[in-house]
């Protein structure tokens, strides 16, 4: 007789991520582009004992029963995770196009793509949402690095085994009082989406990315212009980013009316400590709604956008979106499936959504080197993107991080419900409201 296969609770974050996947894609990849050639099979290695080493990441998602869970699947599936794709001269690599990404009701939670070309490899480590946040998508960046030097180093090298570890929002709760998170939770402003978006059709398209690279000077630019307002870059770029949709929608309706946008905060860093957590979803979102007239610049919304963002910050950020999901965990999966199905029923009738922004922050490009290669010689690491969650068709998220001086701005997207044109010019608007 066969024993059953090793299942595991998937917390209220896990499981709102996956099922997210009904109004957007979660897909995620880090992609590391190097200036010359890994060795592939010492990185497909390192990969199946990257797997290996976590029981999470070697696991499917599945509702059995009723309850949602991560069960474990066998080794034989895990080739599934690696690929090596030739790129021939005139192909470009990510984020010009998407690498495919991993099945997050098959497993295994990563999946690495080698894309080979005659200078280098770029190699992309991809997950899905519902498995971990951009922050946990980058430690297992980091992770499959560090298991490729090891293998480097030593062929019988695995990384250490994390053993089931807690994946819940637990550990935040209990950096609050009964009496802070009963006050937060009463704080907490309900998410109200305010605003249509700029969709040609609706339905799915062609996968695409879009971004731009801002210069060092560009990043100074931005810390004294924040530097005049008691601002941090973080609000100018949320600020920007609002003024950008009102420029994009130029719709009369918008005009002193409140507007929302969604950002979120990655939780672990109010954990005391330094200790490294493994990947998990552990970001929360909350709203910033402003009402803005038609002609307002930049410095005419810092002040609010920086005032905003720092009640956040001294505040108890945190409980209210924690109570918000697991409230309606607590009834199983009918009370999920019924949040969802309302939710997208309201999509269907009045196409109002609020967009999302992101900052993952500043980038450390010797998180991820050494990298030997085959000519005998560490790699260098000539860029960094990260590829967000892929949105169709009701907004843009667009994602901001800091590579070597340079600010990044990039957005996933489905050509079709948004042409090209259309992402291309918020963009330009973004990047123009940042130029004051």
Not at 118 to 134: I, L, P, R
Not at 192 to 209: L, M, T
Not at 251 to 275: K, Q
Request: charged share 25%; aromatic share 12%.
């Amino acid at each position: 007789m066969t024993a059953p296969p090793h299942r595991y609770p998937v917390p209220a974050f896990d499981l709102f991520n996956v099922l997210f996947e009904q109004i957007y894609d979660p897909a995620m990849t880090v992609v590391l582009s190097f200036g010359g050639h890994v060795y592939e099979d010492v990185l497909k290695t390192a990969t199946m004992r990257l797997i290996g080493s976590n029981p999470y990441i070697r696991s499917k998602f599945a509702v059995v029963d009723g309850q949602p869970v991560w069960e474990e699947i066998p080794e034989d599936e895990w080739e599934r995770a690696f690929a090596l794709l030739h790129s021939g001269e005139d192909d470009a690599p990510p984020p010009a196009v998407l690498p495919p990404a991993p099945d997050v009701r098959a497993g295994p939670q990563i999946r690495v793509t080698v894309y080979r070309g005659s200078g280098g490899d770029t190699v992309c480590v991809t997950c899905h949402h519902g498995f971990c946040d951009a922050k946990g998508l980058l430690t297992m960046a980091e992770d499959l690095c560090s298991a490729y030097r090891g293998v480097m180093q030593d062929p019988g090298c695995r990384p250490p085994s994390t053993g089931l570890y807690d994946r819940t929002t637990d550990r935040i709760l209990s950096l609050y009082t009964d009496e802070e998170c009963r006050l937060a939770i009463a704080e907490e402003e309900p998410f109200v989406d305010r605003w249509h978006f700029p969709a040609e059709r609706f339905g799915y398209g062609i996968q695409k990315a879009a971004y731009r690279t801002l210069p060092e000077e560009r990043l100074a630019r931005m810390k004294a212009i924040g530097k005049e307002y008691g601002a941090t870059v973080n609000d100018v770029l949320i600020a920007a980013f609002f003024l950008a949709f009102l420029a994009i929608r130029d719709d009369p309706a918008d005009r002193g009316a409140p507007r929302g946008i969604l950002t979120s905060a990655d939780m672990r860093r109010l954990l005391p400590g330094n200790e490294r957590l493994p990947p998990m979803n552990l970001s929360v979102a909350f709203e910033l709604t402003l009402s803005v007239d038609f002609r307002a610049t930049l410095p005419d919304i810092l002040p609010e956008v920086t005032a905003f963002m720092k009640s956040k910050k001294d505040g108890r950020i945190g409980p209210g979106c924690i109570h918000f999901y697991e409230e309606i965990y607590a009834g199983g999966m009918e009370a999920v499936n019924a949040f969802f199905d309302g939710m997208i029923e309201r999509y269907r009738t009045d196409g109002e959504k609020n967009p999302v922004f992101a900052n993952l922050g500043v980038i450390n490009p010797d998180d991820y080197l050494p990298m030997p290669g085959k000519d005998g010689t560490a790699l260098s690491l000539e860029r960094f993107n990260f590829i967000p969650c892929i949105c169709w068709p009701y907004g843009f998220l667009v994602t901001a991080y800091t590579f070597r001086g340079a600010l990044t701005l990039i957005t996933a997207y489905e050509e079709g419900p948004y042409s090209t044109e259309t992402v291309e010019r918020f963009l330009e608007y973004m990047d123009g409201y940042l130029q004051v």
